[in-house]
């Protein structure tokens, strides 16, 4: 139902494992909405409670449960499924000469049938590809490719991969003549660590500490604090403002379809405010040196007894590395749904670029169908128009997210080393309707002049086993326990890449 269908790919891991499982049986594969309008003429997909007299039952939206729309329009967990399923699959057998085996998990067709191309990529870019002669592997066989391979100067800090792709080499009836068929995808251990920049190479800051706020310039950018709540108050470069409101812990998600069913929005309503609602105990300045200005914040979480640290270190380079640290007082607490934070930016920052998980969102358990990539699109585009609104437009192992305007300035997020992403023109509060699941429909989702941008260590997984009591499985979950993560701002101009940019280490 909804955002679903967490976890499948571990149950082929063992289907595949065991010759006597089969699966793969989906329930549902349609949404079972109708077509209506509002009386504006919008339209939306109607369901339950939408039809009848008010006291007529109503299992509300059990119905919208497919892997494709009512239209029959895929549905962004169809990339999973086809990815999960597909027949022809690889196994990496040398990282360094990238030798890989392909297998065949078909029952009658010979792999001469299929069109197998490959290529390396390094940062998102392809360097060489080719395509294989036509493979004699028989149903449920396999054989070892090493391609020939150029020689590859390998570059610092650039992350190379295997891509490898399967499709049709002829018409077949439905199917058309180079119909993807699947693909792998396979990071290759060609590293080349990059230097670190030396801080006393950076230019110099000038500090002005006042009452409220303390202010940070240097050259091209000023950075200002909340000296009270420790929160960055504002982000400028090149006289452009980045920033409307400043990133603050965050451990709540809007609930899927999923999390209705086991309970998730009462069983963890706890952690819904505990960011928001924490109390700040201390801010310590710091002036590191001439080129680097740190300020130590520490919070406690009245509403689940824990302590909150959250760094900041302002660096001449106009980097801002934002670290943050997560201690229980109780072992006791339910999981959390999230560990991140989220702020917000200028509506005007519409174009969003990333490095990682995509293009469609993808979910700790639900990643498998998501290759490692850079994608562009704007922040509307990472909306996806779930029929109940719920979590959407995740993006997983993210290295690098961008924010820009139509001027090419914007603000890169950099994981350190990884992040989980989502940036919308709607806020969290927007997508949850409460402790009770309401009859909602897109059309009561209308945008807002901002962009929320979540910065996330994780947030939990979708599940899937099914919409009424499962839980998401437990190695997709936080449980309480100490946690760490970090990442790094950084305001870039239209002159300058993210790509380079990511890779600056301090």
Known sequence: MGNSVGNLQDYWDVIDAHSQLQGGFIWDWVDQGLLEHTDDGEPFWAYGGDYG???????????????VSADRKPHPHMREVKKVYQHVKAELIDSLY??????????????????????????????VEGTLPPLDVAPHDSMTIRPP????????????FLNLRYATREETPLVVEGHELGWDQFRLAWDVPTRPTEIADLPELDLVEGEQTLLVEGERFTVTFDRQRGELLSLTYDDTELIRTGPV???????????????????????????????????????????????DVLATLPEVGARYHTTYRVLGSG???VTNRFEPVSDELPEMPRFGMTMTLPVEFENMAWYGRGPHESYWDRKTGATVGVYRGTVMEQYYPY??????????????????????????????????????????EDFDPGQEKRQRHTFHLRPRDLVTLNLDYKQMGVGGDDSWGARTHPEYMLPVRNYWYAFRLRPFSAAEDPMKLSHERF
């Open 53 to 67: 007299p008010p006291d007529t039952p109503s299992d509300k939206n059990f119905l919208i449960n497919g892997l």
């Open 149 to 160: 391979l150029p020689e590859i100067l390998h570059q610092p800090g650039v992350e190379y």
């Open 249 to 295: 812990p965050n451990f709540w998600r809007a609930p899927t379809d999923n999390d209705f069913g086991n309970e998730m929005p009462r069983r963890l309503a706890l952690w819904r405010g505990a960011g928001k609602n924490r109390t700040v105990e201390k801010v310590n300045v710091r002036a590191v040196s001439p080129r680097e200005v740190a300020l």
């Open 319 to 321: 980097d801002i590395i």
């Open 98 to 127: 990238a030798t890989f085996r392909i297998i065949s998990r078909y029952d009658f067709t010979n792999l001469q049938s299929v069109v197998i191309t490959w290529s390396i990529m390094g940062d998102g870019q392809t360097l």
């Open 387 to 428: 029929v109940r609104p719920q979590e959407n437009g995740n993006k997983t192992d993210v290295r690098w997210v961008a924010l820009a305007n139509e001027n090419g300035v914007g603000l890169l997020a950099v994981g350190m080393p990884l992040l989980s992403v989502s940036a919308h023109h709607f806020t969290v």
